[in-house]
């Protein structure tokens, strides 16, 4: 459903650094957006790129927009989500190539896009986060918020991990397998889907707790409500295991600790296209019916 919101007067643009199309997109999109009156801010890496002298730092841009748009890819864009927890600024993700779920826009499709959003012909698609907390000896130690799934795993070992499940403090398994995924819905068609995971639709409130090559092939992917919380704790004596938070940041784990992970209290917005939906994007990212 179309929603308005107040006018938009300041755009942030954050792009993935180092791709050749990049300034060739802000050669194009900046004169476009200063023309229609449109104040934009750009990070360091994407103001070196445009050949810009001036820029914000990136984590001040969700505070002094309304809109960030992000060009590159899904990782861009998981990057950014983290940014902008607890701000109102909506997410335009662009797509530079590549499977793409969270960035559904196209380089082709970009202008007519803004248009619409400028004209407030939009859909604004909220997603869940997950909120998590590394403890160690009661001890908060490392903390992280996700848009697609906080990942347990054996590292760059070749042992398996042995890890306890629980949910609202009850316990659920024990488990030895390569690592533990729990995801968010937008997550679940990501590193969850590849180790058997459920598609489950992004507008449900709910977690995926998949495992990873079960020593036991009983052990099988489930679904939780999103307002439960899990705690994953490290029963291996062995070094290497890690906690990895949207793929992007890691964290060392000992035996004993503790992997709490619950909802976060925000939620993200993503810009939709009207033209696209859900079921329209899983055809065309996993090639079904071909």
């Not at 029963?235 to 295991?241: I, N, P, Q, T, W």
Request: proline share 4%; glycine share 10%; charged share 20%.
């Amino acid at each position: 459903m179309a929603q308005k919101i107040l006018k938009m007067q300041r755009i942030g643009i954050i792009a993935k650094p180092h791709r050749p199309e990049v300034k060739k997109v802000l050669d194009g999109l900046l004169p476009w957006l200063a023309e229609r009156g449109l104040e934009v801010f750009l990070d360091t890496d994407t103001a070196a790129t445009a050949g810009l002298p001036s820029a914000v730092q990136k984590s001040r841009i969700p505070s002094l927009v309304e809109m960030i748009i992000v060009l590159g890819g899904d990782g861009t864009l998981l990057s950014v989500a983290r940014l902008v927890e607890g701000r109102d600024a909506l997410i335009l993700g662009v797509n530079l190539g590549g499977l793409g779920f969270l960035t559904e826009i196209t380089l082709d499709g970009v202008y007519t896009a803004l248009e619409k959003i400028f004209q407030e012909d939009f859909i604004i698609d909220e997603r869940m986060m997950l909120k998590s907390n590394i403890l160690r000896q009661g001890e908060r130690i490392a903390q992280s918020t996700v848009l697609n799934d906080v990942v347990i795993s054996k590292g760059s070992l070749a042992r398996m991990i042995n890890l306890e499940v629980y949910i609202n403090y009850q316990f659920v398994t024990s488990l030895r397998a390569d690592g533990l995924i729990v995801s968010t819905p937008t997550g679940s068609t990501a590193y969850s889907l590849s180790a058997g995971g459920p598609i489950v639709h992004p507008s449900l409130d709910a977690m995926i707790i998949t495992p990873v090559c079960p020593h036991t092939l009983t052990n099988r992917p489930i679904v939780v409500p999103g307002n439960v919380g899990v705690e994953v704790i490290l029963k291996s004596k062995d070094e290497g295991a890690v906690a990895t938070f949207d793929g992007q940041v890691g964290f060392s784990l000992r035996e004993e600790d503790v992997v709490e992970i619950k909802a976060s209290e925000q939620k993200i917005k993503l810009v939709g296209s009207p033209d696209r939906n859900y079921f329209g994007i899983l055809r065309e990212k996993l090639k079904w019916g071909r």
